[in-house]
């Protein structure tokens, strides 16, 4: 298992990454930003199943501006959390309700990050969501 | 007897540092470009003549945190504040951005390198804030990440919000379209530049503040 290298070259393609919340759920902020991170830098766009907590997301700005200037070619990312469908039954919400509690993410929602070298804008409406790539 | 009035001069000295420290921290955060420096100067010149630091239209022109302490008087009443100027928040920053307006290469890497520093800044000093008025530009979809993150974390930490859905003035803007994106939040649409519909603006902050 040869490592990476880190930085980001030429774009050739990208592959799109696709975490469950399970691979996720056990690990600390640090360990998760570190892991998105990771697949980010390593050209994919990641697609996972549920979202950050606040509090994570703005770890996620901070680390990635420290990594500005320090990883070549990299600029920064576009991420975008999808939300659950709003219709719900009462049963539903109360589950999610729970789960949310434990879990403290949002398992109904989807959230992409992409590098913005591929990555151009994602572009959310309300209704949809489209994933504009740089040429 | 002369212990008693020593304690009430104390008492009377402790209470004025007591008010004396009632400033409002009142933030202004949000995107690059948005208009936060721009208000933050208009209502710093209304109170104090003097402004709070330099407006641009190329994005990242503040990349320092920025202070000024002002009185605000509004219907009779007067509060003290602590204005908070921010660098806009983003998750991405690319120098050959800057190019586009004109800088030169040089300056457009070290502009985006204090930019990424001044980033972190901003969410460093968010704890801090005891209102916070997000700043955004009425003319651009703000079902941006970056807006929704700054809520959420206001939210989370129970900081009052005030969103200002700022540059009424243009043609393109759309408050209607921010108002469905932030339906639980009170939206005051103003105009920086020209100085539209500051009124509401103070009327809001001063509600706000009761909440604190
Ligand atoms: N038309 C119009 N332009 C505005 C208004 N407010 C600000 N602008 C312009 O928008 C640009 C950015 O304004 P700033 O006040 O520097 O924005 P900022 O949010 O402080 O930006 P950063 O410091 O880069 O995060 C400048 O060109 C301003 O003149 C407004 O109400 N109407
Ligand atoms: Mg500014």
Redesign the pocket.
């Known amino acids: 298992m040869a490592r990476k290298k880190r930085g980001i070259g030429k774009i050739e393609g990208f592959s799109i990454h696709f975490l469950s919340y399970s691979d996720i759920k056990n690990l600390g902020t640090t360990e998760r930003i570190k892991k998105i991170l990771n697949i980010v830098l390593g050209n994919n766009i990641l697609i996972f199943q549920g979202r950050l907590r606040p509090d994570e997301e703005t770890r996620l700005i901070e680390d990635t501006m420290a990594m500005i200037g320090h990883v070549s070619n990299f600029k920064g990312i576009e991420l975008a959390v999808v939300p659950r469908n709003n219709e719900k039954s009462i049963f539903g919400k109360a589950r999610e309700k729970i789960a949310n509690a434990i879990s403290g993410g949002d398992l109904g929602a989807i959230t992409i990050i992409g590098p913005a070298t591929i990555v151009k804008e994602i572009k959310k409406d309300p209704k949809k969501i489209e994933l504009l790539l740089n040429k | 007897m002369v212990i008693k009035i020593f304690k009430g001069f104390i008492g009377r000295v402790i209470s004025n540092i007591f008010k004396n420290k009632k400033k409002i921290k009142l933030g202004f955060y949000g995107p690059p470009n948005a208009g936060?420096?721009s208000l933050a100067n208009r209502i710093c010149k209304d109170f104090t003549g003097e402004e709070i630091?330099s407006?641009s239209k190329v994005p990242h022109?503040?990349r320092n945190v920025q202070f000024k302490e002002i009185e605000i008087s509004y219907k009779g009443k007067t509060m003290i504040f602590k204005m908070v100027?921010t660098?806009?928040i983003a998750t991405k920053i690319d120098y050959e951005e800057f190019l586009k307006y004109k800088l030169k290469k040089k300056d457009a890497k070290k502009r985006a390198k204090e930019a990424t520093q001044g980033v972190i800044e901003s969410i460093k000093w968010l704890d801090d804030m005891d209102i916070v008025v997000v700043v955004l530009d009425s003319t651009e979809n703000p079902y941006n990440q970056v807006n929704i993150t700054i809520i959420g974390n206001l939210v989370a930490r129970k900081i009052p919000v005030l969103i200002v859905a700022n540059k009424i003035d243009l043609k393109k803007a759309d408050i209607k379209k921010i108002e469905a994106a932030f339906p639980e939040y009170d939206v005051v649409g103003i105009s920086a530049r020209y100085g539209h519909n500051l009124e509401e603006f103070y009327e809001s902050i001063f509600k706000l503040s009761k909440k604190i």
Do not use: L, N, S
């Open positions: 936060k420096t630091g407006v022109e503040t100027d660098p806009g």
